[in-house]
């Protein structure tokens, strides 16, 4: 694929301590134009940037070398690993974000994307499931790329994990998003599904506010089409079938 040379950010460092490329994070832009959105990040001032952004129409700028650590995650957590930055490689996508339209992504910015990905997880050797969202490494403060991120799509290439549950017993919608249906016990279970999962419980108790944030964050990525932030059968499914298919992968 044709990587576009042009822009180059300066805001980037070495990766720490030797770290090897293990993640790849997803973001929206969150602005309109995505050239503000290139400009934003080559900026000495702003602090930011990622690896590469891809436009609208496809086509994918590289303004931080791979080998280094751009500055995309922010304060993040994945199976303890706080510096995720150091760990893995940051994609804007173009998109202006919940706060403004959040329209839907391009065909042609998911194919490009798809190659994209294609060609740095055969090269850095990552893993379906390690391929996450901004909002996954960063629950309580992000929301990106958000639920109209077509996840099938890359999951459909082998390029995204996404849990399967059996259909069956889904077939009743009301059952299955009824909320509060859940014990403190199993609200327990859930959470530590959620760790083993790789997401930032430290210091949640089930009956927090943060933990409502998790399971939207989890939603967001792994169920899109209703996010309650409350867990309901289905959620429970599929948070379930999701860390047992982590104890094999
Ligand atoms: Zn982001």
Redesign the pocket.
């Known amino acids: 694929m044709k990587l576009i040379e042009t822009y180059k950010s300066p805001n980037f460092n070495d990766r720490r301590n030797k770290t090897s490329v293990k993640y790849i994070i997803l ?2 832009t969150a602005m309109i134009n995505y050239l503000d959105s290139i400009n934003y990040m080559c900026s000495t001032d702003n602090k930011v940037s990622s690896h590469f952004l891809i436009n609208k129409k496809g086509e994918t700028y590289n303004l931080v070398n791979v080998s280094k650590r751009a500055w ?1 995650a922010g304060e993040s957590f994945w199976k303890g690993l706080t510096d995720i930055n150091s760990a893995s490689i940051g994609i804007e996508i173009d998109n202006s974000g919940h706060h403004i339209n959040f329209e839907n992504f391009t065909h042609l910015q998911i194919k490009s994307l798809i190659e994209l990905i294609n060609q740095l997880v055969k090269k850095y050797k990552i893993s379906s499931h390690n391929i996450l969202g ?1 909002s996954d490494v960063a629950p309580f403060r ?1 929301i ?1 790329p958000g639920e109209k991120f077509p996840w099938i799509e890359l999951n459909a290439k082998q390029l995204s994990y996404l849990p399967e549950i059996n259909v069956k017993n889904n077939g009743n919608k009301k059952k299955n998003i009824k909320s509060n249906f859940f014990s403190p016990k199993l609200r327990e279970k859930v959470l530590f599904f959620l760790k083993k999962i790789g997401y930032d419980t430290r210091e949640i108790k089930t009956t927090s506010n943060k933990f409502n944030k998790l399971v939207e964050s989890y939603q967001r990525h792994y169920r899109q089409t209703i996010i309650t932030g409350e867990i309901d059968y289905q959620t429970y499914q599929l948070i379930e079938q999701h860390y047992k298919d982590m104890l094999t992968f």
Do not use: M
């Open positions: 973001h929206y995309h901004h992000k990106d």
